[in-house]
């Protein structure tokens, strides 16, 4: 079973620079979630999506990120504009049904805001 | 609030000795709990979850209610235990929190 792949693995940019992360989750997972993980904290949901409707949102910054779940697949993630604090890791994360279930990761995206 | 704590960021135990890694939650209803391990290079990988009741790599979890916490276990440690530990309860509307995660080293 092929797992949850993410790319880039890393992206460097300056700060006020847009950047985006994809996900492709495992196949046939109607859950998809976005996590962001700054150096010594644990993973922070960003948004969960079930099928390609947004589950929950709550503590993503909305005045410079969003996301999307076309078809309710693949997802990708965006920034505009970044500032220095939103380096960090992002994680992909998918599972078979609710938020309940076991989550399976994707290696992350390493984001360096300069 | 819901919240989850791991009071130990660092958690350092000689080979063969036994691990205890805490976390105490706090949350509305009835949470599902997980733990989640990251070995180095890796990625993040489910450890054990509370409904399923298995032992994996000879960890086990017990659910305290009254306390409200989830302490991971385990009799003996190995040196290919040395990971990052994360708890996670998830509960109602699969509201999910990770802990802020223990650093579990193990010494020969």
């Known amino acids: 079973e092929a797992g949850v792949a993410q790319s880039p693995r890393y992206k460097i940019i300056e700060k006020r620079q847009s950047v985006a992360f994809w996900c492709n989750p495992i196949s046939g997972h109607a859950t998809l979630y976005w996590y962001q993980q700054i150096l010594g904290q644990g993973p922070k949901l960003l948004i969960q999506?079930?099928?390609?409707?947004?589950?929950?949102d709550s503590q993503l910054p909305k005045d410079r990120f969003s996301a999307e779940r076309l078809k309710g697949v693949d997802s990708t993630l965006k920034i505009q504009p970044a500032k220095l604090e939103d380096s960090a890791v992002y994680l992909c994360?998918?599972?078979?049904?609710?938020?309940?279930?076991?989550?399976?990761f994707g290696p992350g995206t390493r984001l360096l805001v300069l | 609030a819901q919240r989850v704590t791991q009071p130990e960021k660092l958690l350092s135990v000689f080979k063969g000795a036994p691990v205890e890694l805490k976390c105490n939650y706090s949350?509305?209803?009835?949470?599902?709990l997980f733990w989640y391990v990251q070995y180095s290079r890796q990625r993040l990988q489910l450890l054990l979850r509370?409904?399923s009741r298995e032992s994996i790599k000879g960890f086990t979890a017990d659910l305290n209610k009254g306390e409200t916490s989830f302490h991971l276990k385990k009799p003996f440690a190995q040196e290919e235990d040395s990971a990052m530990y994360y708890c996670?309860?998830?509960?109602?509307?699969?509201?999910?929190?990770f802990g802020s995660g223990t650093r579990l080293s193990i010494r020969p």
């Open positions: 949350y509305s209803g009835s949470p599902e």
């Open positions: 996670a309860p998830t509960g109602s509307a699969s509201k999910i929190i």
């Open positions: 994360a998918s599972s078979l049904g609710g938020g309940r279930e076991t989550q399976y």
């Open positions: 509370h409904i």
């Open positions: 999506f079930q099928n390609n409707g947004v589950v929950d």
